[in-house]
């Protein structure tokens, strides 16, 4: 069974301070990661994907991925406001013709002003 | 990013009549297609993966002949809510690899399904 775990929250931080998400994913196979913000009553939107071990930054997000111990996780620098969401992780198997995802149930983020 | 757009964004019908909801890609071709539904404050559920040229697939406890699927083009899918009963109310939402880097996903706005 190919799961993604998150940590369903809600987690509270204040503005400005780093929101830091955390996602565990449980088939090896998985080689690409990706990132869905989902406010509510909305549809997912891609925030960032990440395939290589390490960190990959872009504006206030930063995804870090480490195959070896199978994590993967999202840092909100600054959090704002409108950063409150729910926060879905996804992993893909490589392979051609291998689109589909799997998700992670969310972790609720809820930035206090 | 790569733009999905579906219609309609909101239905209410009957329940025992049938809703298509259409999943159009804007600017890439698609030949896969994901269909999701979500109920309130759960997570995303794939339903079926729809595919241009050929029959879909569906996941496991979904009905097949409730949930019809076409994959009419390489910018169009097509879910038809057969039979509709209020327990079907939902949040239907589908989703295309773009084709970039890492063939990521971009989701449709949704749709919110409400069957009296």
């Known amino acids: 069974q190919k799961e993604v775990e998150q940590n369903s929250g809600p987690l509270s931080v204040p503005e400005g301070a780093i929101a830091s998400l955390n996602c565990t994913y449980s088939?090896?196979?998985?080689?690409?990661f990706f990132w869905y913000r989902q406010y509510s009553g909305k549809s997912p939107e891609l925030i960032m994907f990440?395939?290589?071990?390490g960190d990959k930054e872009d504006g206030r997000f930063t995804a870090q991925l480490n195959k070896a111990s199978q994590y993967v996780s999202l840092l909100i620098r600054d959090s704002q406001p409108s950063d409150s969401a729910t926060y879905l992780c996804?992993?893909?198997?490589?392979?051609?013709?291998?689109?589909?995802?799997?998700f992670g149930k969310g972790t609720k983020l809820s930035v206090i002003p | 990013g790569a733009v999905v757009s579906q219609h309609p964004s909101w239905v209410i019908c009957k329940s025992g009549t049938s809703v298509k909801i259409e999943c159009r890609s804007l600017?890439?071709?698609?030949?896969?297609m994901f269909w999701y539904r979500q109920f309130p404050k759960q997570s995303l559920m794939l339903m079926a993966t729809?595919?241009?040229?050929?029959?879909?697939?569906?996941e496991q406890g979904v009905e097949k002949d409730k949930f019809l699927i076409n994959h009419a083009s390489l910018t169009l899918s097509t879910l038809t809510v057969t039979s509709a009963h209020p327990e079907d109310s939902s949040f239907y939402i589908c989703?295309?690899?773009?084709?970039?880097?890492?063939?990521?996903?971009?989701f449709g706005p949704g749709t919110r399904l409400t069957v009296l």
């Open positions: 729809s595919n241009e040229g050929s029959k879909a697939t569906y």
């Open positions: 989703s295309a690899p773009a084709g970039g880097p890492r063939d990521e996903q971009y």
């Open positions: 996804a992993a893909r198997r490589s392979g051609a013709g291998s689109y589909q995802l799997t």
């Open positions: 990440i395939y290589s071990n």
């Open positions: 088939d090896r196979g998985s080689q690409s």
């Open positions: 600017d890439f071709q698609a030949t896969t």
